[in-house]
């Protein structure tokens, strides 16, 4: 089955600073790469998605990479603040109708006022 | 439009209790994953349901759990005689009938203690 490993498991920032969480998975046939933010006693807010056919994707302070070649897709958070604060997730999996995502274990990300 | 919704936030049962996890999909929603997750750890998948349909279970122990989604009403995931360690939280999920079915959207999680 499929084997996603996130790092860093902690990331620690000062506000305005970037960070970056990157994830590799081993199914090539992986297809569907969603990130999703975990505040605490609330459940995961997926915030950025993409999917093979294209390399990168932006929203606003978020971006997320993908490189299928070497297995691997990156969160980029540019300009943090606070509030950004957060547990976050990277999943991976076989796009299509039965999506069984497997999900890395996430980065705890604390940025500084 | 309400996003996924999950009741009970908390709950609590002494060993050997039977504890009722329940689900309401997003509007347009017809498929729903549960998932638990303990402190600190990644998000570990349990089933995949749709209507009246059990699609996956490899996720879900064999004994003392199961999960339903009747024709009417929630989705419902049910631990019977529960022990220590089925503390954690749970979560489930929903995805579109039609379009990005692969696309899932959270719920608040039920935290369930085994005292």
Redesign the interface.
């Known amino acids: 089955g499929e084997n996603v490993e996130?790092h860093p498991s902690t990331l620690s920032v000062q506000e305005g600073d970037s960070a970056v969480i990157k994830c590799t998975y081993s199914d090539s046939a992986s297809n569907?790469f969603?990130w999703?933010k975990q505040e605490l006693g609330?459940?995961?807010?997926?915030i950025i998605?993409i999917r093979s056919n294209v390399g990168e994707k932006k929203d606003q302070r978020i971006a997320v990479t993908l490189n299928k070649t070497a297995k691997h897709f990156s969160l980029h958070i540019t300009e943090t603040q606070p509030e950004d604060s957060a547990v976050y997730?990277c999943?991976t999996?076989p796009?299509?109708?039965?999506?069984?995502?497997?999900?890395?274990?996430?980065t705890s990300l604390i940025v500084h006022p | 439009n309400a996003g996924?919704m999950?009741n009970p936030r908390h709950l609590v049962r002494r060993r050997g209790q039977e504890a009722r996890l329940r689900c309401s999909p997003m509007k347009g929603h017809s498929h729903v994953?549960w998932y638990r997750q303990l402190p600190?750890?990644?998000?570990?998948?349990m089933v995949?349901l749709q209507k009246e349909n059990i699609?996956?279970e490899?996720?879900m122990p064999k004994e003392r759990f199961s999960a339903e989604f009747p024709k009417e009403g929630p989705s419902i995931l049910r631990i019977q005689q529960v022990v220590r360690g089925d503390s954690a939280a749970y979560?489930c999920a929903s995805?579109p009938e039609t379009g990005q079915?692969?696309?899932?959207?959270?719920?608040?999680?039920t935290r369930l203690t085994v005292l």
């Open positions: 996130q569907y969603p999703y609330k459940g995961p807010q997926l998605d997730f999943a999996g796009s299509g109708g039965s999506y069984i995502p497997t999900f890395g274990r996430g | 996924v999950q994953y600190e750890e990644g998000l570990k998948f995949y699609i996956d490899s996720g979560f995805s079915l692969d696309t899932q959207y959270f719920g608040p999680g």
